[in-house]
């Protein structure tokens, strides 16, 4: 039998970027689906959060529109790319939260597909992981997401930020300081990934490329955008700013300047709020809240529409801060919302067990 622990992800800065081919910054981070798996000649699932067994039809796989939709998903993927698998018997579980935000649809994704690159000996690359389980997400879940939450899953590194040029895939590893703690707090409010407004500004963001003659949003200057109309200029200039802030956040980090790092993040977030208008009244107060106590900086994270946002707080602050956020939270919704202290994790492992 094998054992996965495929983690999930958070993205510190460069949200809404990766569609237009521009830059991000993820880690891993240490919570995690658990996929415990052997071969098998059907494929058969069973969730420890959903309490409910899937079994589908290798031979006619269909999205039923539930959890397990996932694992249909890269079984489907990898039979259109023409990879031979068989099925699998697994039990998934683990302590990353679903539907949070936090890039639980591509840590099972990605759990369900180091299985199978392990038991049948597929050797399938890092890189080529995140590209098929981005695919199956794209064409088989039916969300037009980027390449960032998987790369994440797959690319981790323990006590590192990635950071990732979207378009040449190309990365490289900051150190994350051991004494800052990254705060992750789910509003409580769903989120619908899938819905419209997502896909609507990722063709926005490809309408505006393709107008303005571009590949990449890494070369598009703001002024370029005059001549648009006003929701694409409003839009796209936001992509551009978020390109600059993360080339600046990695020259932060590196240079050990935190204050900075915060500073950009928090400007990202009121960028996405009011020119990008993916935030919400939940993750808005967040921000506002822990950045008055004491965090150097924070953000929605991800897609947004509620979800989660992410803090980056001094080590001796932290359980302050998310104490304190989280009271005033309750006090002002009336609803309790979920809050992780989590650091930079690897990303997914496979072992025999
Ligand atoms: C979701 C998508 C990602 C990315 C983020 C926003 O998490 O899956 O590809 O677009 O939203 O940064």
């Not at 409910?52 to 990898?78: P, T």
């Not at 598009?220 to 694409?232: H, W």
């Amino acid at each position: 039998m094998y054992r996965v622990d495929s983690p999930g992800r958070v993205n510190l800065i460069g949200d809404h970027t990766d569609y237009a081919l521009g830059y991000v910054m993820p880690v891993a981070i240490n919570l995690y689906t658990v996929l415990h798996a052997q071969k098998d000649e059907k494929a058969r699932v069973y969730s420890q959060i959903f309490r409910e067994v899937k079994e589908f039809d290798l031979e006619d796989i269909k999205k039923a529109n539930d959890w397990a939709d996932y694992v249909r998903g890269i079984f489907w993927v990898l039979r259109v790319e023409g990879y031979k698998v068989g099925g699998m018997r697994g039990i998934l579980g683990g302590d990353l939260p679903i539907g949070s935000g936090l890039g639980s649809s591509a840590s099972i994704e990605i759990a369900v597909l180091a299985f199978l690159n392990g038991a049948y000996g597929l050797d399938l690359l890092p890189i080529e992981m995140a590209l098929l389980a981005q695919k199956a997400e794209n064409d088989f879940v039916g969300v037009p997401c980027g390449i960032l939450d998987q790369f994440a899953v797959v690319h981790g590194k323990k006590e590192h930020v990635i950071f990732l040029d979207t378009d040449t895939l190309r990365h490289e590893y900051i150190r994350f300081p051991g004494d800052v703690q990254i705060l992750v707090f789910y509003t409580g409010v769903k989120r619908e990934l899938s819905s419209s407004a997502y896909a609507e500004r990722r063709k926005v963001a490809e309408e505006t490329l393709r107008l303005l003659g571009k590949r990449t949003s890494k070369e598009v200057e703001e002024r370029e955008l005059r001549n648009l109309p006003s929701l694409y200029r409003r839009f796209f200039g936001y992509i551009v700013r978020e390109n600059r802030r993360v080339l600046e956040a990695r020259d932060a980090l590196e240079s050990g300047d935190l204050q900075r790092f915060g500073e950009l993040m928090t400007a990202s977030h009121w960028d996405l709020a009011r020119n990008y208008d993916v935030s919400s009244e939940e993750l808005d107060f967040f921000v506002r809240k822990a950045v008055e106590f004491g965090a150097y900086g924070a953000k929605l994270t991800g897609a947004g529409f509620g979800g989660s946002a992410v803090a980056i707080v001094p080590e001796e602050l932290a359980l302050d801060v998310a104490m304190r956020v989280t009271d005033e939270y309750v006090r002002h919704f009336n609803w309790e919302p979920d809050y992780h202290l989590v650091s930079p994790s690897d990303g997914v492992r496979v072992r025999k067990v």
